[in-house]
C-alpha cells in the first residue's frame, strides 16, 4: 500500500501568515493527489484536486502544487476561518485510498 | 441539492455485527463510485472502503479486509457497509463519501459528506 506522510503534524500561525504544507507518498502517485480542510465536528471539504486544481468555491489564497512524490498545500495569507486541520488524499492506487495522517494548523 | 445521510450505529460489543446505510439524493446515484471514511476519536481519517459506480472494482483498507463488507443498491440510492467480529479498535465516526468518478472503475476524490454515524465498540 502506499503511504503518505504529512509534515509537520501540527502547525502554529498567524492571521495573515504564510503556511505550507508537505505530503509526501512512499512511491511515485503521479498527480493522484488531494487535499481537505476538515473543522471541529464536520465532514472534511475538498480544497485542491488533481495536485494542483483549487475546487469550486474554494478562496484562491490556497494552492497546491508537486507531482510525483511530493506535495505542497500553501495557504498565501492566513485567515482566521482557515485554522483547522488538512489532509491530503492520494487516488493512484485505485483500489486503495490512504490519506496522510493530518496537519492540526492552529493560531498562535 | 446532494444529500447523504447515514444511519445503522450504535453500541455493539466485541465480536458482534453491525450494518450500516447511507440515503443518497440530489444526484444520479447510479452513474458515481463512493466510499466509506472513518475517524476515530481524536485521530484522522482512514479510508475504509469503496465501491465503483455497477460495483465492478471494490476496495478495502487491510484493517478491516476480511471483516467488512461494501455494497450497493443502485435502485434504492443506497450504499451499505456490513461490519462483521467487530473490534474496539473499530469505534469511530463513520462518513459516506461520494466520489466524482462517473462511469469509470478508478477512483478520484470525495466531493460530497455525510454527517457521519458513531459506531462504538465496548462490551
Known amino acids: 500500500d502506499i503511504q503518505m506522510t504529512q509534515s509537520p503534524s501540527s502547525l502554529s500561525a498567524s492571521v495573515g501568515d504564510r503556511v505550507t504544507i508537505t505530503c509526501r507518498a512512499s512511491?511515485?502517485?503521479?498527480?493522484?493527489l488531494n487535499w481537505y480542510q476538515q473543522k471541529p465536528g464536520k465532514a472534511p471539504k475538498v480544497l485542491i484536486y488533481a495536485a494542483s486544481n483549487l475546487r469550486s468555491g474554494v478562496p484562491s489564497r490556497f494552492s497546491g502544487s508537486g507531482s510525483g512524490t511530493d506535495f505542497t498545500l500553501t495557504v498565501s495569507s492566513l485567515q482566521r476561518e482557515d485554522f483547522a486541520t488538512y489532509y491530503c488524499?492520494?487516488?493512484?492506487?485505485?483500489?486503495?485510498?490512504?490519506f496522510g495522517q493530518g496537519t492540526r494548523l492552529e493560531i498562535k | 441539492e446532494v444529500q447523504l445521510v447515514e444511519s445503522g450505529g450504535g453500541l455493539v460489543q466485541p465480536g458482534r455485527s453491525l450494518r450500516l446505510s447511507c440515503a443518497a439524493s440530489g444526484f444520479t446515484f447510479d452513474d458515481f463510485a463512493m466510499h466509506w471514511v472513518r475517524q476515530a476519536p481524536g485521530k484522522g481519517l482512514e479510508w475504509v472502503s469503496g465501491i465503483s459506480w455497477d460495483s465492478g472494482s471494490i476496495g478495502y483498507a487491510d484493517s478491516v479486509k476480511g471483516r467488512f463488507t461494501i455494497s450497493r443498491d443502485n435502485a434504492k440510492n443506497s450504499l451499505f457497509l456490513q461490519m462483521n467480529s467487530l473490534r474496539a479498535e473499530d469505534t469511530a465516526l463513520y462518513f459516506c463519501?461520494?466520489?466524482?468518478?462517473?462511469?469509470?472503475?478508478?477512483?478520484?476524490?470525495?466531493?460530497?459528506w455525510g454527517q457521519g454515524i458513531l459506531v462504538t465498540v465496548s462490551s
Open positions: 488524499q492520494q487516488s493512484y492506487n485505485t483500489p486503495s485510498i490512504t
Open positions: 463519501a461520494k466520489d466524482t468518478v462517473a462511469g469509470s472503475r478508478s477512483w478520484n476524490y470525495f466531493d460530497y
Open positions: 512511491q511515485s502517485i503521479s498527480s493522484y
